[in-house]
């Protein structure tokens, strides 16, 4: 493309007042060659963009660099052919909303950021668009509650709908259930259960196919063009779906675990569900004569909340018990009902029943820990309580024990069925008697997940969704809690996280409409969260590939296969445009026609380094587009002055860092570079799960660099980040350019 750069700088909102522009006009013009350089006082408004779109349209400027506020900012406004390329410069949040008026620094750090914007754009093309066969159909797994809201919530916005339940009738835990909790108001009275209702609304929809006693066997593809292969009372069943709900429910904990509290020993201990399993047929009884009990004791959290065996609160439990407590009441109002709790969970409008049961002339709630539980002679069960909020421990003889198990996700760990698959290959391999002990020492570890598998991804990352913290496959992303690590699959009710049926119906609508936005952007051939409408998708130089699959590796999306020699296989639907890839790549072959390994190193290379003894220091700051970009944007919204000696790259993500970039910039002669990314760990916040936690490993690589440049270790920095550290991320930067002033300047300065 023959480019026709077009400059536009923003005088307003204070960048006229300190900053010089007819030296901006001059970088854009004499020094950049720019066809055409234009400033306004309002730039985003009508008149501004009018003269952007003029110079478009009449061919004048093909190539666009717009000088002026956050890219973050006026969004609209700068709204253009998304295939035009295009640059943002930040003058106003990066330099005079954050340094003085008037300085040289000042002028200095406002021509470099316009030079490394050039830069850019300069070897910027245009965006191409994907074009494929796009299906819309939705497939959700699960006919629970979850499944059965999902169905209906994308079947009534238009979509074709296939449910796919294993069982052979739909409703889930919901059908088992006696009467829901009350998730309406007043909050004081049991719902009728209307599952049979939902089933038939769903079975009678025109755009819904239900398959039921079905199971996947194989879904291959990507997102718009899931081929998915079902196994049927009829035979195979192969469709295509553009997104995919999980919503395949839980089951409870195994109580065989807590024989501690009298399961399997005592025949009168039951789990909440066999008591709600006994209230839907008639009423709670003893299991040992089938007659009503006249005492009942529910001890709470049993195997929850415990390091050793359930270490979180399943939600529900305590609700579960108090609505059992008066299906107890109901049928006999003179029953004892006793509840022994660490804390009862009764959030919200629930705490409204849980006073209604608690006022119940023979409801007895003491906090406690259930030390044993024992039979008697007689038929009862005794039970010790201790560390009670009385004098000291008591023991009560009853008639029934229910224990209140919490919640296991019905799903399947990806990473651990492809670890035991591996392993079973080595032992089948037997390449040497040491490989294969070790490897049935792994099967023999991991033969708990044999044949969990429930979507059988064809993904070289494993056949499932990724699970995080106790099993379950739920998001990393504290704002957008139905993303998983699988573009275009989505996580919805208790196999996402513990929660109740009302909780569980919300979820499943927000999964329904992720779902559908996947498949819309997909048409787009666009990205979903976080740059949601990116159209940009990476390019492979396959023929420099040494198929070292650290991009199939790296990739937190799962967006890369490999074939029989290890080389990549792209699918250009699954990517979310992070930029992993590009950093992981130790050639260098992985490039986006607007962000490339060779357009950050033109823009390391644009910005003038002042000679040694002028004693100006320079230095680099790589700051993730997601979390420390805005809160950067903050920190200048409120006036919060940075040291004059940083420049500001935005990175699509840290882990998109690529370290030849640092290498570039100290052998400029840059005194200094920092790296700002999400904070990753447990309680990770990375928008692209892995990014910077992959960049703080490579920076292990950095040490040899520094090694062989004779530099020290003090001008590399890594610093976390979170989107509202708008305060102290800048001090963190402001102190670490006062470590670098009173280094020795870089020797490399002027080669």
């Known amino acids: 493309m023959d480019k026709k750069l077009g400059v536009y700088i923003c005088s307003g909102c204070e960048i006229g007042d300190k900053l010089g522009v007819d030296g901006l006009v001059q970088v854009a013009e004499k020094e950049s060659k720019a066809a055409i350089c234009r400033t306004h006082p309002f730039l985003c408004g009508p008149e501004g963009t009018a003269s952007i779109r003029q110079d478009m349209e009449g061919g004048a400027a093909n190539t666009l660099v717009i000088a002026a506020c956050s890219a973050r900012a006026k969004t609209e406004a700068f709204s253009f052919d998304p295939r035009m390329v295009m640059e943002r410069v930040d003058l106003r949040e990066r330099v005079a909303w954050s340094h003085p008026a008037g300085e040289d620094e000042t002028q200095a750090l406002a021509e470099d950021y316009l030079r490394m914007g050039i830069a850019k754009a300069n070897k910027m093309e245009p965006l191409e668009l994907m074009t494929g066969q796009v299906s819309k159909a939705i497939l959700v797994v699960g006919g629970g509650i979850a499944g059965l809201t999902a169905t209906l919530e994308a079947a009534n916005a238009g979509y074709e709908v296939v449910l796919v339940e294993k069982s052979e009738s739909l409703g889930g835990s919901l059908a088992e259930v006696k009467q829901p909790i009350p998730v309406k108001a007043p909050y004081t009275e049991s719902l009728q259960n209307d599952a049979l209702e939902r089933a038939r ?209 019905n799903a399947a760990d990806s990473e651990a069925i492809r670890t035991l698959h591996d392993a079973q290959a080595k032992v089948l391999r037997n390449e040497s008697e040491k490989q294969r002990t070790e490897a049935e020492a792994v099967v023999a570890s991991l033969r708990q997940h044999e044949n969990t598998e429930i979507l059988h991804l064809a993904y070289r990352q494993g056949p499932d969704l990724p699970v995080l913290r106790h099993g379950f496959p739920d998001s990393n992303f504290i704002c957008f809690p139905y993303e998983s690590q699988r573009t275009g699959i989505y996580a919805a009710g208790a196999v996402r996280s513990p929660m109740d049926w009302a909780g569980a119906e919300e979820d499943a609508a927000g999964a329904a409409m992720k779902a559908i936005q996947s498949v819309e952007l997909a048409t787009l051939g666009a990205a979903v969260h976080p740059r949601a409408g990116d159209l940009s998708f990476p390019f492979f130089n396959l023929q420099r590939c040494t198929q070292c699959k650290r991009c199939t590796v790296e990739c937190p999306f799962g967006a890369i296969d490999e074939d029989e020699k290890g080389t990549p296989k792209f699918n250009p639907y699954r990517c979310r445009r992070c930029g992993v890839c590009m950093g992981a790549c130790p050639e260098r072959i992985i490039s986006f026609k607007n962000y490339s390994v060779d357009m950050i190193a033109s823009m390391i290379k644009a910005v003038e380094v002042p000679e040694e003894e002028e004693e100006k220091p320079r230095i680099l700051l790589f700051a993730c587009e997601n979390d420390a970009v805005p809160a950067l944007d903050m920190a200048g919204m409120e006036r919060t002055q940075l040291d004059a000696s940083v420049r500001v790259i935005p990175l699509r993500c840290l882990g998109s860092m690529n370290m030849v970039w640092i290498a570039d910039a100290l052998s400029s002669g840059f005194d200094g570079v920092m790296l700002a990314g999400c904070k990753h760990g447990e309680d990770y916040q990375c928008h692209f799960v892995r990014g910077s936690e992959l960049a703080e490993r490579r920076l292990d690589n950095v040490k040899e660099t520094l090694q062989r440049l004779q530099l020290e270790s003090e001008r590399i920095e890594m610093v976390e980040a979170a989107f509202d550290d708008c305060r102290r991320l800048p001090q963190l930067i402001n102190d670490f350019a006062g470590r670098i002033r009173a280094l020795d300047p870089n020797p490399y300065k002027g080669f």
């Open 201 to 409: 609304l769903v079975m009678e929809h025109p755009r819904i196919q239900v398959l039921t006693a079905s199971a996947i066997t194989r879904t291959e593809g990507q997102p718009g063009q899931f081929d998915v292969t079902l196994a049927t009372p009829s035979g195979p069943v192969t469709f295509r779906a553009g997104a995919i709900v999980m919503a395949t429910g839980w089951k409870p904990y195994d109580p065989a675990r807590l024989s501690g509290l009298g399961y399997g020993s005592c025949p009168n201990v039951v789990t909440n569900l066999e008591a709600e399993r006994m209230a839907v047929v008639g009423r709670i009884r003893r299991p040992s004569d089938k007659k009503p009990p006249r005492r009942t004791l529910f001890i709470q959290c049993a195997g929850s909340r415990s390091s050793d065996q359930l270490p979180y609160c399943s939600s529900v439990c305590c609700m579960a018990t108090l609505q059992q407590a008066k299906y107890l009441h109901d049928a006999d109002p003179n029953a004892e009902v006793y509840v022994i709790y660490q804390d009862m969970m009764t959030p919200g409008p629930y705490e409204k029943f849980y006073q209604k049961v608690q006022d119940h002339p023979r409801s007895f709630f003491m906090k406690g820990e259930v030390t044993s539980v024992g039979p008697r002679p007689d038929g009862q069960i005794r039970v010790r309580v201790e560390h009670t909020l009385a004098d000291g421990p008591f023991e009560i003889d009853v008639d029934l024990v229910v224990l209140a198990t919490g919640m296991v996700p």
